[in-house]
């Protein structure tokens, strides 16, 4: 008997039969002898419902009271699969994250979690219940609803299986794995049958919607078996493991494991500051106040005294960024602040460019070819990232993909 920990995307529980479906799935898992912890996502669109009702009152809701708008999507999830599965004679029981304590700072919209009580649902999973628990949610020490941004309930999952000791969790989505690239975008994009944490996290910070870049951290932090598959269709999905459990001669052989890319990226300048000590803090701490994620960042050799300063941030936080830099640039002693929000980020990842050389030349060859001008480099170990403009994405992806022949298997 093993202790499993599925979590469930919006798209598959979007409807009532599809709740019914993953009730199905659950309870056949169960009758193989596991204990079943089931975290759940909101219906498909519900947030993104949610958060047009509270816009439509105000452009810039309260965080808190946000939170405790957005909270109710997954409330509503939870309980419909526990009637489910109580429908077909199967003990179940709902908790919100509150109901858990799942502990939290208090960043609302962008919660962290801190601690999980685990008493009460190990109670229930010993009386012989299946415990289901809303994602993208917790409670701060003060009792305020919070949530943990877009793709928190794969964090939930993967947290809520390291608080249990879970032998497995399995992220169920609407596609059956970790692909090359998004299918979507190039049809011959191939699954992988198992990719290292690391590489998985430059992916998901690269712009991979599989999985939020938190639950990757934590899996890998907590050393919590992490498996992708499909709610949809039966499959092996995509294993994620760790790096030394991987085949040295796969290692060597797999030089690119996949491109990740990020249309949601805005770039801002700061034209004309004092090239001094301190200026990068002076720019990026009161962004960072406003809970302001910064993606790359170049600053540019001083000259006459200045220099600029140019950085990425999501196209969600552009409108506030652009606001908060110039209200600083008067006081910087800053010449101008420009901003452009259609930018786009493409990310070649691999484990394999530890041990082989020119995999940035290749790559700035290829889009040189496709005369796509490149507007920001930033690299890693296993990582070469670049802003291109967006609408030169797709043809990047597409000519990126065929130029390392990620169609082939390794």
């Not at 975290?39 to 419902?49: L, Y």
């Not at 601690?115 to 229930?124: G, S, T």
């Amino acid at each position: 008997m093993a202790l499993i920990v599925q979590k469930y995307g919006g798209t598959s529980v979007g409807t009532p039969e599809r709740i019914e479906t993953v009730a199905e799935k659950v309870i056949g898992w169960r009758g193989r002898g596991h204990q079943m912890v089931v975290v759940v996502s909101a219906m498909s669109g519900e947030t993104d419902r949610l958060i047009g009702l509270a816009k439509g009152i105000t452009p810039r809701p309260h965080p808190r009271e946000l939170d405790v708008l957005l909270a109710t999507g997954e409330q509503v999830t939870i309980a419909l699969l526990c009637i489910a599965l109580e429908k077909r004679g199967c003990p179940a029981r709902s908790y919100t994250g509150s109901q858990v304590r799942i502990i939290t700072d208090n960043a609302f919209n962008k919660a962290r979690i801190q601690a999980i009580e685990a008493a009460a649902m190990q109670a229930d999973l010993d009386a012989g219940r299946i415990v289901v628990v809303a994602g993208f949610q917790g409670v701060d020490e003060d009792g305020n609803i919070t949530t943990l941004g877009r793709g928190g309930s794969d964090t939930t999952g993967v947290a809520l299986a390291a608080a249990l000791k879970a032998d497995e969790c399995q992220i169920y989505t609407d596609v059956d794995g970790v692909y090359t690239t998004d299918p979507r975008v190039v049809s011959e994009a191939r699954r992988l049958d198992r990719i290292t944490f690391e590489e998985m996290l430059e992916m998901a910070s690269a712009g991979s919607k599989v999985l939020q870049i938190r639950s990757v951290e934590f899996a890998g932090k907590h050393n919590v078996p992490l498996r992708v598959l499909s709610s949809f269709q039966d499959g092996p999905g995509t294993l994620i493991t760790f790096e030394e459990a991987l085949e040295a001669e796969q290692m060597e052989k797999a030089l690119i494991s996949g491109i990740a890319f990020n249309r949601d990226e805005a770039k801002l300048t700061v034209l004309g500051v004092p090239d001094r000590p301190g200026i990068a803090y002076s720019i990026l701490g009161p962004v960072s106040d406003a809970n302001i994620e910064v993606d790359m960042i170049i600053q540019n050799i001083g000259r006459d005294g200045t220099t600029d300063f140019t950085f990425t941030i999501h196209r969600n936080d552009y409108d506030r960024t652009l606001e908060i830099l110039r209200e600083l640039a008067t006081r910087l002693g800053a010449r101008e602040v420009s901003g452009d929000p259609k930018i786009a980020k493409l990310s070649l990842v691999g484990i394999g460019m530890r041990s082989h050389a020119g995999v940035a030349s290749k790559m700035f060859q290829t889009l040189a070819k496709e005369n796509i001008n490149i507007r920001m480099i930033s690299t890693s170990e296993i990582k070469i990232s670049v802003v291109v403009d967006e609408k030169y994405l797709e043809l990047g992806v597409r000519a990126l993909h065929e130029a390392f022949e990620l169609d082939k298997a390794a």
